[in-house]
């Protein structure tokens, strides 16, 4: 009741003294009545506004539980269908749950519609023998929960997602120690690589040999004894031998490895060629029949000559030609054991690219066992330059635990902005020049913010060039309007583009900066005093060290529950917060904010009527001015 009294006061004294026309004494009396008036009306109507409030709530619950008296098929048929099921409820709270959905109210709250088909599903069986036992569900309520991108985290969030990080977490690492999953995946990149088809034509050789006639001819991989026999001229078909083994042409063979360019060795069916016991004595000599110390006979060697023109496992080669064989079938098993396998998972296969080490194993160096900060582990985290921060001990750790712990800090960062969605940004600032002539010396831009500048100067630029071909164009006697609208653009021309200038050279040095080292040590004291005064005064953070120390010894979660604790703030804290928002916020406050705006304007009526009358003596002074010049002109012309 005061407290409205005092509110109604001082607003009615405040309509009262504004409302009323007249002298300042008549202001003045109409405030006096004005307070009273409304003292008692706020005081008045507020009680009435408490009293009647149950009622009105009263008979909105009854209009509401009239419109929902009648039960909705709906809620009969999950009424039926919970009795249909069996389902055994914990309580009979549950049961009156599903009775009163089915009517559409509920207990408690006169007039409630609620939602059977939820309490229907929901409602929970009683216990049962053969049901296994329900685990307890855990829920992290100290998880950073997910929020918009332009949303920073409160304390509160801040102090949730601190609460899972140890201080062994910010400490250094060995440089032979893994420090999560991500330096794992890290250390492993590019070890496990796609696997590709190798090639088993690399293995084999180029060669150029001579044919029946002497002409050198390219070839590629090993050579059997029927490409051999044609570089000798063929063979003699005797007895119709060749013809029953289907040796009836001259023509390539087809579907095997290493007959390319065959028919131009020579040919195989010749009248003038070798006889077949001729043919068998050169084949043994030439080293075809390793296995024989004597020469094959003539049917020995058409089983051999039918077993190499047919490419069957007997096709014969020199002993030489071997080694380059067993490659060239071995990577071709493994191509096609690749292709088996890719057709098997239906993708890429992908294989380690990882060597063992011989023997014997190599022994750690001792650089291994130095702090993480000796092998430059972190270089990089997020955004910042780890390297270029110098500090008495290793703090790289504690940079990328705090980063990976707040989720990189999108909120600050603005996350990823494309220089199209720059563009929007700039164009939605509708920066005019004022705004850009009223920036401070040495005020730094974002990007949006410099990108308007920037298409502000262009403007002015272009207008300024415009402004100038048209006093060009007037000739040797332009108009003298026209030459002030030239120099008063090129001014302020002058003035955007000195702007634009400073904020591109304070951009310049703000990335600059981050090229230079920034050394711990050079932080002043008082900056961390001041740090030290705003939680609380070095007492109180004394004590809350002391506290967490004696804590330590107690386990992480006794831990973090006095961290917790000690981060809050006490009961003095809350009530000077409350005296300085009152000091903002208070009744007092807002009407001596009122009165003296309302005075403001009212005193800028005189001050633009002054300044009015000021403006046109100087404009009459300027016309006098110049008929007194026009008139001498006239004179002396005369």
Request: net charge negative.
């Amino acid at each position: 009741m005061p407290q409205l009294a005092r509110v109604g006061a001082v607003y009615g004294g405040t309509e009262g003294f504004m409302g009323t026309d007249g002298t300042v004494p008549q202001r003045l009396t109409g405030a006096a009545i004005g307070a009273p008036a409304g003292a008692i009306i706020n005081a008045a109507g507020g009680k009435a506004l408490e009293a009647a409030a149950p009622l009105l709530g009263r008979a909105a619950g009854a209009v509401r539980g009239r419109l929902g008296r009648e039960a909705s098929p709906t809620a009969i048929a999950a009424a039926e269908t919970a009795g249909e099921a069996g389902i055994d409820y914990a309580d009979d709270t549950a049961r009156g749950a599903v009775e009163d959905a089915a009517l559409g109210t509920a207990d408690g709250w006169p007039g409630r519609v609620v939602d059977e088909r939820t309490i229907a599903v929901n409602a929970a069986p009683g216990p049962s023998l053969s049901a296994p036992t329900r685990e307890r569900d855990y829920l992290d309520v100290q998880a950073v929960r997910p929020t918009l991108l332009s949303d920073p985290l409160s304390d509160a969030q801040r102090m949730a997602a601190a609460a899972n990080l140890q201080p062994s977490d910010v400490l250094p690492l060995p440089a032979n120690t893994l420090g999560g999953v991500e330096e794992a995946i890290a250390k492993d990149a590019g070890r496990f690589v796609e696997a590709r088809a190798p090639n088993e034509r690399v293995e084999l050789s180029r060669t150029t040999i001579r044919n029946y006639v002497g002409a050198p001819v390219p070839k590629v991989g090993p050579m059997d004894m029927v490409g051999w026999l044609r570089t000798r001229g063929g063979l003699v078909d005797q007895d119709g031998e060749l013809s029953a083994m289907g040796i009836t042409s001259n023509a390539a063979r087809k579907g095997m490895d290493f007959v390319g360019q065959e028919t131009r060795f020579g040919p195989m069916v010749n009248d003038n060629g070798l006889t077949l016991d001729e043919a068998a004595l050169q084949a043994w000599e030439a080293g075809f029949f390793p296995e024989r110390l004597e020469r094959p006979d003539v049917s020995a060697f058409l089983d051999a000559l039918r077993e190499t023109y047919e490419g069957t496992r007997g096709r014969r080669f020199l002993p030489a030609d071997l080694p380059e064989l067993e490659r060239y079938y071995s990577m071709q098993g493994d191509r096609y054991d690749l292709e088996q396998r890719q057709e098997e998972v239906g993708g890429p296969v992908y294989e380690d690219a990882a060597t063992p080490a011989g023997e014997p194993l190599p022994f750690p160096p001792a650089e291994a066992y130095d702090d993480w900060a000796g092998v430059d582990a972190v270089q990089q985290v997020g955004n910042i330059d780890v390297t270029k921060l110098d500090s008495p001990q290793d703090i790289s750790r504690a940079l990328k635990a705090t980063s990976d712990m707040m989720g990189g800090f999108d909120a600050a960062t603005r996350g990823r902005i494309t220089q199209a969605e720059t563009g929007l940004l700039a164009s939605d600032l509708n920066m005019t020049p004022e705004q850009l002539l009223s920036r401070r010396k040495g005020q730094a831009m974002n990007a949006e913010e410099a990108l308007a500048a920037r298409r502000i100067l262009a403007k002015s630029g272009n207008e300024l060039v415009n402004l100038a071909k048209r006093v060009k164009q007037a000739g040797d006697f332009p108009d003298g309007e026209l030459l002030a609208q030239f120099r008063q653009a090129l001014v302020r021309h002058s003035a955007i583009q000195e702007q634009v200038a400073g904020a591109t050279a304070e951009a310049g040095r703000a990335l600059g900066q981050f090229r230079m080292a920034a050394d711990s040590r050079e932080v002043r004291r008082d900056i961390l005093e001041a740090f030290v005064r705003g939680g609380g005064g070095q007492d109180r953070l004394e004590e809350a060290a002391n506290v967490l120390l004696d804590a330590v010894e107690m386990g992480p979660g006794k831990f973090n529950a006095v961290a917790e604790k000690v981060a809050k703030p006490k009961w003095r804290d809350k009530i000077a917060e409350i005296y300085i928002n009152f000091l903002l916020s208070w009744p007092q406050t807002h009407a001596v904010n009122i009165t003296s705006n309302t005075l403001t304007s009212l005193a800028q009526i005189p001050e633009f009527a002054v300044g009015a009358g000021i403006g046109g003596l100087r404009r009459a002074v300027a016309l006098v001015n110049a008929a007194r010049a026009g008139m001498a002109c006239d004179g002396a012309l005369g």
